[in-house]
């Protein structure tokens, strides 16, 4: 059983919002960083925000920041990311991934990660 799984991805309009969601078990979530990222076909998977364990510290990738929020729970095991002002070069899968030591903009920081949910803005 995979550890995190998102949901909340879809189809929207530009201009749209989204909100995704990272449902985490069989792990202590309060103490991985949690990030998400994205990918399209044929590009490296990308950095889009992180938080860390208790939600002091957050970053985002320049293209999404102002519009992207990234929040968590650790009652309920589930990292968020609100996404608004939505556009098209936004579309890909997203997936969120926890890192026990470290973590940040890099992929290789992350043990565990999500199967992935599409996300897809129409213009």
């Known amino acids: 059983q995979v550890p995190l799984v998102e949901s909340g991805g879809g189809l929207v309009q530009a201009g749209g919002s989204l909100r995704l969601s990272c449902a985490a078990s069989?792990?202590?979530?309060?103490?991985?960083?949690m990030a998400w990222f994205r990918q399209v076909p044929g590009k490296e998977r990308e950095f889009v925000a992180v938080?860390?364990?208790?939600?002091?510290?957050?970053d985002y990738a320049d293209s999404v920041k102002g519009r992207f929020t990234i929040s968590r729970d650790n009652a309920k095991n589930t990292v968020y990311l609100q996404m608004n002002s939505l556009e098209p070069d936004d579309t890909a899968v997203y997936y969120c991934a926890a890192a026990l030591v470290g973590g940040g903009r890099w992929t290789h920081d992350y043990t565990y990660w999500g199967q992935g949910t599409q996300v897809t803005v129409s213009s």
């Open positions: 938080i860390a364990r208790s939600g002091e510290i957050i």
């Open positions: 069989r792990l202590t979530f309060s103490s991985y960083q």
